[in-house]
């Protein structure tokens, strides 16, 4: 058995409010798990293990009737509790209880809980105030990736390579020769890199434009790169004419964004990728939206041959001890939040064990009882 790479009692990203609409179900593997969503009563977002206990059919290849997720195979109608309601003809109280999944559908993501059910809080599902304010607006997308998703998270904590990988767009040479902070607080961590007095690259001056400012002007730009466990970074980036404040400088002289990165594991070796640009400048210009998701796609395709080539070195030379430098500390350090989650998961696990074997030792040697009618 292959060691676990990815916390599983925690809250991923599984799919867009738009994937999962009318009849048709929709089925993906997140943290390895098979679940098809579909919309079950009152339009509410249900999640079951994609198995049909008849026959073992994909459920997502069926449809929804009346709230219920009918096989395609043979008619077998599953209910959002993972018990089957009915079939043709047949007596189904017997059929076994399929698992089912904590679902919550949240700022137009559904939000689905891999691990242990009895676990799930839906409180823990993090704010997300670009979501929420009419302030901002945002636009995404979503890309499969074979790699191993922690791969991401190194990618999006360490932007020096942004000046290789994305020259054409946001790469320039200041990033590299800019020094980089890294701090860690809990289980966040967040790395830094600021810029003073540079020309904008060919993005950021569209965007500087396109809030109404000059983009052939002195900048000063920053990168803030923001992880939160499982697996979601979150990035403050943008420029501000020179000697305005920066970071800090007012919304008429800047223009910045945040980039939300959620990464779900679908296996050990690939991954479910939702990207987007949240921006609070000129929220309600669906142009300049949508002109900014096709750019941002655009630059975020560029990673996808690096990592999955990547990847696969990674598999073909297993026993090499990769180089870890100082622009590298932002993913060392998510990745020891990530195996912190892990390895408390297996030691819950193992004391679960540990009472069920003590359990069933005990059952088994309790003396017979002689009943007297």
Avoid at 69 to 95: I, N, S, W
Avoid at 236 to 248: E, I, R
Wanted: net charge negative; hydrophobic share 40%; aromatic share 10%.
């Amino acid at each position: 058995m292959s060691q676990q790479t990815y916390p599983k009692n925690t809250w991923y990203v599984a799919a867009t409010s738009e994937e999962v609409a009318g009849s048709k179900p929709l089925g993906r593997k997140i943290c390895g798990e098979s679940i098809a969503f579909y919309r079950s009563h009152d339009n509410e977002v249900a999640a079951v293990l994609d198995f049909c206990p008849h026959r073992g059919a994909a459920l997502s290849l069926g449809y929804v009737e009346e709230g219920l997720l009918v096989c395609g195979y043979h008619g077998l109608k599953m209910g959002a509790d993972g018990k089957t309601k009915e079939m043709p003809l047949q007596r189904v109280k017997g059929f076994p209880c399929m698992k089912s999944y904590a679902v919550e559908e949240r700022y137009g993501f559904i939000w689905v809980w891999p691990g242990d059910q009895s676990q799930a809080d839906k409180t823990l599902i993090p704010h997300l105030e670009w979501a929420v304010s009419p302030e901002w607006a945002y636009g995404g997308g979503l890309y499969h990736i074979n790699c191993d998703y922690r791969l991401m998270v190194d990618n999006l904590m360490d932007l020096t390579h942004e000046t290789y990988v994305h020259a054409s767009s946001i790469g320039q040479k200041e990033i590299d020769e800019s020094p980089v902070s890294t701090t860690v607080d809990g289980d966040k961590v967040i790395t830094s890199r600021f810029m003073e007095n540079i020309m904008a690259p060919p993005f950021w001056q569209a965007a500087l434009r396109g809030n109404g400012l000059a983009g052939d002007v002195l900048v000063d730009r920053w990168q803030i790169c923001r992880f939160s466990p499982p697996s979601h970074v979150m990035i403050d980036v943008g420029v501000a004419h020179a000697g305005n404040g920066g970071f800090d400088a007012p919304a008429d002289k800047k223009a910045s964004s945040t980039v939300v990165d959620f990464i779900t594991p679908e296996t050990e070796t690939s991954i479910w990728y939702f990207w987007g640009m949240a921006r609070n400048f000129k929220p309600e210009d669906q142009a300049l939206t949508d002109t900014i998701r096709e750019g941002q796609g655009g630059i975020f395709a560029e990673d996808l041959e690096v990592l999955e080539r990547q990847q696969e070195n990674l598999l073909a030379f297993p026993d090499y001890d990769l180089l870890k430098l100082d622009i590298d500390a932002g993913g060392v350090q998510s990745r020891r939040v990530i195996d912190r989650l892990i390895a408390k998961e297996q030691v819950a696990k193992e004391q679960v064990s540990k009472e069920q074997v003590s359990a069933a030792s005990s059952q088994a040697a309790a003396p017979l009882q002689t009943i007297s009618f």
